[in-house]
């Protein structure tokens, strides 16, 4: 074997793969076919969810020094924002980045971390045996073979990985298209963020570094045109004109684009040695800025996974854990995703715009605002039970950052138990001693109090097991009889060792 993980494909999910893989020491190749980051941003925001995985390990600070955080996001262009501000966690808001320096730096991360990233090397075959997948890659010195125990596409939308695995693509093609222009505005508007809905069309504008804008828009006079035909400025500032009732002066384009509503899920994300992530494994109509950000969240949920099995502790069941658990969360984002479509790019009607006006008053509802923030913030993600055993309110659900107190009384960050990318064990009841038996060495034990007022859900725990992507794995309760029989069912699920 050349390496243990081939990854296809170095955009932003490639990379965080990248960088998990290596920081559990495991020997990982991207195999990515530009020579350099594409300097066409499509995303530009890192939601709470992503932000506060990035916060495990310790990288999130990187993101803030380049981002601006911004507390509100949208769900269709509705003119009540989402308030993400709410929201119980540290990150509780978006992060506007362009997608070029989220790359850079996820780049830079999987580099120190020891992962081998060959450019200018596009992949063209992938064939998998009982032994492991072989990869022929066109690169700069001709034909490349690689061979690998695993093999992950995260290689977009058009995915070769995703095809020549015969994994079927379901859903839909475009149905509609919006365009899309990073411009110099001569007369740029008095507010930041523009959002327009009419009769006569939707339009967004928001600023970019470098004192440019992005525009984007849905003409219905153009929304039947295909993604691949080219948007010219003069398309771009007739659609302005019509919908907003000034091109705002649009000129020296940098990035003229349109993109579409195809709506498709892979039906798995594993076949035997080979994963899907990303835009490979999930397309969708860009709307509230989600598919980097579910991307992210894939790299987290799969990398330690095969880590685990590469060094031999993984349960049976846990390769397959990843599709079982990220496609239920993908198909409620399509659903989101096609919804917004639905509200924003289908029907310009007096009907619409009432119905839009409705749904906007309902976002004034404190809990109807929460409900839709923690959706695109992606912190109502919960993973469900495997066990009957593990049936602590808490298992499943993320961990949020809190205060943790040690015995000499230091302070800090239940996130700090991350930055390693192990299993925690987190032992809470200072009133008895853990007979802190031989713990398997992937994963750290530590005894502390909690020293925040916000964790009232967490009062009642003994110990909690919690999964290196920061989600509950097992929690015993105090109230509990046997503390040390109960954990042990939870290690010997989750780590196959008592
Ligand atoms: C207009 C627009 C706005 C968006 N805004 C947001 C947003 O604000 N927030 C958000 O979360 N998401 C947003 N998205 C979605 C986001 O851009 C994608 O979900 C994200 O880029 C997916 O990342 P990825 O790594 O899976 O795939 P990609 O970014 O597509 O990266 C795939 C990589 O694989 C490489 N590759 C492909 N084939 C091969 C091959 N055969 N060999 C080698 N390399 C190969 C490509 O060169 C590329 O670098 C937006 C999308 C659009 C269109």
Same mark, same amino acid.
């Given at each position: 074997?050349?390496?243990?993980?081939?990854?296809?494909?170095?955009?932003?999910?490639?990379?965080?793969?990248?960088?998990?893989?290596? $920081?559990?020491?495991?020997?990982?190749?991207?195999?990515?076919?530009?020579?350099?980051?594409?300097?066409?941003?499509?995303?530009?925001?890192?939601?709470?969810?992503?932000?506060?995985?990035?916060?495990?390990?310790?990288?999130?600070?990187?993101?803030?020094?380049?981002?601006?955080?911004?507390?509100?996001?949208?769900?269709?262009?509705?003119?009540?924002?989402?308030?993400? %501000?709410?929201?119980?966690?540290?990150?509780?808001?978006?992060?506007?980045?362009?997608?070029?320096?989220?790359?850079?730096?996820?780049?830079?991360?999987?580099?120190?971390?020891?992962?081998?990233?060959?450019?200018?090397?596009?992949?063209?075959?992938?064939?998998?045996?009982?032994?492991?997948? *072989?990869?022929?890659?066109?690169?700069?010195?001709?034909?490349?073979?690689?061979?690998?125990?695993?093999?992950?596409?995260?290689?977009?939308?058009?995915?070769?990985?995703?095809?020549?695995? @015969?994994?079927?693509?379901?859903?839909?093609?475009?149905?509609?298209?919006?365009?899309?222009?990073?411009?110099?505005?001569?007369?740029?508007?008095?507010?930041?963020?523009?959002?327009?809905?009419? *009769? *006569? @069309?939707?339009?967004?504008?928001?600023?970019?570094?470098?004192?440019?804008?992005?525009?984007?828009?849905?003409?219905?006079?153009?929304?039947?045109?295909?993604?691949?035909?080219?948007?010219?400025?003069?398309?771009? !500032?007739?659609?302005?004109?019509?919908?907003?009732?000034?091109?705002?002066?649009?000129?020296?384009?940098?990035?003229?684009? !349109?993109? @579409?509503?195809?709506?498709?899920?892979?039906?798995?994300?594993?076949?035997? !040695?080979?994963? $899907?992530?990303?835009?490979?494994?999930?397309?969708?109509?860009?709307?509230?800025?989600?598919?980097?950000?579910?991307?992210?969240?894939?790299?987290?949920?799969?990398?330690?996974?095969?880590?685990?099995?590469?060094?031999?502790?993984?349960?049976?069941?846990?390769?397959?854990?990843?599709?079982?658990?990220?496609?239920?969360?993908?198909?409620?984002?399509?659903?989101?995703?096609?919804?917004?479509?639905?509200?924003?790019?289908?029907?310009?009607?007096?009907?619409?715009?009432?119905?839009?006006?409705?749904?906007?008053?309902?976002?004034?509802?404190?809990?109807?605002?929460?409900?839709?923030?923690?959706?695109?913030?992606?912190?109502?993600?919960?993973?469900?039970?495997? $066990?009957?055993?593990?049936?602590?309110?808490?298992?499943?659900?993320?961990?949020?950052?809190?205060q943790l107190r040690s015995?000499?009384g230091d302070v800090i960050?239940?996130?700090?138990?991350?930055?390693?990318? %192990?299993?925690?064990? $987190?032992?809470?009841?200072?009133?008895?001693?853990?007979?802190?038996?031989?713990?398997?060495?992937?994963?750290?034990?530590?005894?502390y109090t909690l020293a925040?007022?916000?964790?009232?859900?967490?009062?009642?725990?003994?110990?909690?097991?919690?999964?290196?992507? @920061?989600?509950?794995?097992?929690?015993?309760?105090?109230? *509990?009889?046997?503390?040390?029989?109960?954990?042990?069912?939870?290690?010997?699920?989750?780590?196959?060792?008592?």
């Amino acid at each position: 074997m050349d390496y243990e993980v081939i990854i296809v494909g170095g955009g932003p999910v490639g990379m965080m793969l990248a960088s998990e893989l290596a $920081l559990a020491n495991i020997q990982v190749c991207v195999l990515e076919r530009l020579s350099q980051t594409t300097p066409y941003s499509r995303a530009l925001s890192i939601h709470p969810r992503t932000l506060e995985l990035l916060d495990l390990r310790g990288v999130k600070q990187e993101f803030l020094k380049r981002g601006t955080p911004l507390t509100t996001g949208h769900f269709a262009g509705l003119d009540t924002r989402l308030d993400f %501000s709410v929201i119980d966690s540290s990150s509780n808001y978006s992060l506007f980045l362009p997608q070029s320096e989220t790359e850079a730096i996820l780049e830079n991360n999987a580099v120190r971390l020891g992962a081998h990233i060959l450019r200018n090397t596009e992949v063209l075959s992938v064939v998998q045996d009982d032994e492991g997948v *072989e990869v022929t890659a066109a690169g700069t010195k001709g034909m490349v073979r690689l061979k690998a125990a695993y093999l992950v596409g995260a290689d977009g939308a058009g995915s070769i990985v995703r095809k020549q695995t @015969g994994i079927p693509f379901i859903g839909h093609d475009e149905t509609l298209t919006a365009m899309q222009g990073d411009v110099i505005l001569k007369h740029p508007p008095a507010l930041p963020v523009v959002s327009r809905y009419s *009769e *006569e @069309g939707m339009i967004m504008i928001v600023p970019l570094p470098a004192a440019m804008h992005r525009v984007v828009l849905i003409d219905p006079h153009r929304s039947h045109i295909p993604k691949s035909e080219p948007v010219t400025l003069e398309e771009l !500032r007739s659609g302005m004109l019509r919908i907003l009732g000034d091109d705002l002066g649009a000129g020296e384009p940098s990035w003229l684009t !349109r993109f @579409g509503n195809a709506t498709r899920q892979a039906q798995q994300y594993r076949e035997r !040695r080979i994963f $899907l992530a990303g835009d490979a494994a999930h397309v969708h109509f860009p709307a509230g800025g989600q598919g980097m950000n579910v991307g992210i969240q894939e790299a987290f949920n799969l990398g330690w996974k095969l880590a685990a099995d590469l060094k031999g502790w993984a349960p049976p069941w846990l390769l397959d854990s990843y599709h079982n658990e990220r496609f239920p969360v993908n198909t409620s984002l399509l659903h989101n995703t096609q919804v917004q479509t639905l509200l924003f790019g289908t029907s310009f009607t007096s009907s619409m715009i009432q119905l839009r006006k409705m749904m906007s008053d309902m976002l004034n509802v404190p809990a109807a605002n929460y409900q839709l923030a923690s959706r695109i913030a992606a912190v109502d993600v919960h993973y469900d039970p495997t $066990l009957p055993g593990s049936s602590h309110p808490l298992t499943g659900r993320r961990l949020a950052e809190f205060q943790l107190r040690s015995e000499q009384g230091d302070v800090i960050s239940s996130f700090e138990l991350f930055r390693d990318g %192990s299993f925690v064990l $987190l032992h809470l009841a200072s009133d008895e001693k853990m007979n802190i038996c031989q713990w398997p060495p992937q994963i750290k034990a530590f005894s502390y109090t909690l020293a925040d007022r916000s964790t009232v859900d967490w009062e009642d725990v003994h110990t909690v097991l919690i999964r290196p992507d @920061g989600y509950i794995a097992w929690a015993v309760s105090r109230s *509990e009889s046997d503390h040390i029989e109960k954990l042990r069912q939870g290690l010997v699920h989750w780590c196959g060792r008592s």
